[in-house]
């Protein structure tokens, strides 16, 4: 067939591998604008942008998926379809209408569940045991249209959202693959979304990702494991903000640790949380590099009931 992909992130790109070693014809990616980034703020072309440029595929950024000028040009690039791994736009109608067989949107969740732009930080944040990606038919809904096909993944208990996005992007290239050799042979057929089981995944901010210490050890676990690699989890301590890696909970430990409180042992740093502390594992201070919890203590020298906040 003759395709048209939109994405952004670099979590598209094993599915713009897979397209193209897959025999179907590449004519141009759609992607979002330029944006600035990094202390200069330069602007920089989104992972997706700079794959089609290594290869001289055309690359079209519109500033929203319904400008005309954007929508002309689809028409004249003519696509039978429009794969789509995380754009990072609504589309609409208009647009959706150009291609013969639609824009078919790989999704990463098991859809009706965490529909949005977080679904994999929403499934490790809420403690799923599997989670999965589905590929089906972009309508003007959010994340609404029937589904041609679906993978499960099994979440690890030391998943980071990043981890589980990594597997998910590598498998879900296949499947989508897959969906479009089924179109294409006329053999694909797409379900409609059962109406139980809808869940919400909406991108975490910056307050989401802040640590809450009173939080059983569990919880703050999965929260800094949802938000390793984005948004960053943090904390703060003596009125300095601290972005915090994943931590270790354990079964026992000393008693007494208040919510936050540090111990400082001699190979390993505790936080208190509402039940069982946890091992702290790599701290990044403002403006320093990452660092192990034991060397960022001994260089803070922590004084006996300091707690974050």
């Not at 590099?289 to 006996?304: F, H, L, N």
């Amino acid at each position: 067939m003759r395709l048209i992909f939109a994405g952004t992130p670099a979590v598209a790109v094993p599915s713009l591998d897979a397209i193209a070693a897959s025999g179907h014809e590449l004519v141009a990616v759609v992607t979002r604008p330029d944006a600035p980034a990094g202390r200069g703020r330069r602007l920089v072309r989104s992972p997706v942008g700079e794959w089609a440029d290594e290869r001289g595929i055309e690359v079209l950024t519109p500033e929203k998926p319904r400008d005309p000028e954007f929508q002309g040009r689809l028409r004249e690039l003519a696509p039978d379809c429009v794969p789509v791994v995380a754009y990072g736009a609504l589309v609409p109608p208009t647009a959706l209408e150009i291609p013969k067989h639609g824009w078919v949107n790989l999704h990463f969740s098991l859809l009706p569940a965490w529909r949005g732009a977080a679904p994999v930080q929403h499934a490790v944040l809420h403690g799923d045991e599997v989670t999965g990606a589905s590929v089906f038919e972009l309508e003007a809904g959010l994340d609404t249209g029937p589904v041609y096909g679906t993978l499960t993944e099994q979440i690890r208990f030391t998943d980071t959202s990043g981890h589980l996005l990594e597997r998910l992007a590598v498998d879900g290239a296949g499947l989508l693959v897959a969906v479009l050799d089924a179109i294409e042979a006329g053999t694909a057929r797409a379900h409609p979304q059962p109406h139980d089981g809808v869940t919400f995944a909406p991108k975490l901010s910056a307050e989401d990702a802040r640590i809450r210490w009173d939080d059983p050890s569990f919880a703050v676990d999965r929260r800094i494991r949802a938000c390793t690699p984005a948004p960053g989890a943090w904390t703060t301590l003596r009125d300095e903000r601290l972005k915090l890696g994943p931590v270790r909970p354990i079964a026992n430990g000393p008693a007494g640790l208040r919510p936050g409180e540090l111990l400082v042992e001699r190979k390993q740093v505790l936080a208190g949380t509402a039940t069982t502390p946890v091992i702290l594992g790599e701290v990044r201070a403002a403006g320093k590099k990452p660092m192990s919890a034991t060397d960022w203590a001994r260089g803070m020298r922590i004084e006996a009931g300091e707690k974050l906040a």
